[in-house]
Structures are given as C-alpha cells and as structure tokens.
C-alpha cells in the first residue's frame, strides 16, 4: 500500500469513526428523554464520550460544544429546570 492508499484509508476510517460517534451522541440524547433511564448515568457516559471522541479528534471542538449544550438542556429539562 503507498502512501497516497494509506491516506485514503485512515480518512475513510476517521468517516466511519465520526458517523459511530455522533449515532452514539444522538442515542445519547435521545436516551435523555427516556424515563426508564437514569439521566445521571446518561449523562456521565454521555460527557465521558464526549472527552474521549474529543481527544481523539473523532469531533470537532464545535461539534463537542454543540453536544454538550443539547445534552446539558436536556438533562435541565429532565430535572425540571427549563434553561
């Protein structure tokens, strides 16, 4: 494989990295809503991913923040706060 193949392939990859992270970010949110979850574990495991897709640069910086506002009014609306 040359380097050119090997570009292609690590970006394809990073493609498939991202659409796995955000699904999981969605499910997250939508998990939010459910009233058979915990929204304190929701949201640990939600802010957990968050910092690691960060890290590993599978989201952008505002992507991140994007999540972390939708999950954060969701978790306020959950606990009866409305933001």
Same mark, same amino acid.
């Given at each position: ?31 939010? !809503?459910?009233? @058979? ?5 929701? #949201?640990?495991?939600?802010?957990? /991913?968050?910092?690691?897709? %960060?890290?590993?640069?599978?989201? !952008?910086?505002? @992507? ?5 506002? #939708?999950?954060?009014?969701?978790? /306020?609306?959950?606990?009866? %706060?409305?933001?």
């Amino acid at each position: 494989m040359n380097t050119q193949q090997t570009q292609v392939a690590v970006e394809d990859s990073n493609g498939r990295h991202h659409d796995v992270a955000v699904g999981m970010l969605e499910g997250y949110i939508e998990r939010m !809503s459910d009233p @058979e979850c915990s929204a304190l574990a929701v #949201r640990a495991s939600a802010n957990t /991913a968050l910092l690691i897709f %960060r890290t590993l640069s599978i989201i !952008s910086a505002s @992507e991140d923040l994007t999540y972390t506002e #939708r999950l954060n009014r969701k978790y /306020a609306i959950r606990q009866g %706060r409305s933001e």
